[in-house]
């Protein structure tokens, strides 16, 4: 079964996107903040991650950095969720390989469009 990892500082967000991935049966872990997936990843690897960008302290392109350094982690797809609609924050995602990239706020339609994108549905 596919598992995600779902990151971000805001814990209504994380809690929101967790709840939507329930109804697709895809269970979720919740991650309250970067260190705190970290954390996470290094006890388990999931099939996926939803990765805020803008958190305070370490962000989410460090959190994608830790996870291309790892060869554990390194095919993991990431779909970044934020709420940074600029091209430039598009392109530096995709410069560092991200499967999707959704603007908040997310729509089930784009969660399932995102996983559908890279075989998860």
Do not use: H, W
């Not at 971000?8 to 260190?35: K, T």
């Not at 609609?85 to 995709?94: E, F, I």
């Amino acid at each position: 079964m596919t598992q995600a990892l779902v990151v971000d500082d805001i814990r209504q967000m994380v809690d929101s996107l967790c709840q939507m991935l329930a109804l697709l049966n895809v269970p979720a872990i919740p991650a309250y903040g970067a260190r705190a997936a970290i954390e996470i990843l290094n006890e388990c690897t999931p099939d996926v991650v939803f990765m805020d960008l803008n958190m305070p302290g370490l962000g989410g392109m460090d959190v994608i950095r830790y996870m291309q350094r790892e060869p554990r982690l390194a095919a993991v797809p990431v779909i970044v969720v934020t709420s940074d609609d600029q091209p430039v924050t598009a392109q530096r995602a995709k410069a560092l390989g991200v499967a999707a990239l959704l603007v908040k706020p997310v729509q089930m339609d784009g969660i399932e469009s995102a996983l559908k994108k890279i075989g998860l549905l």
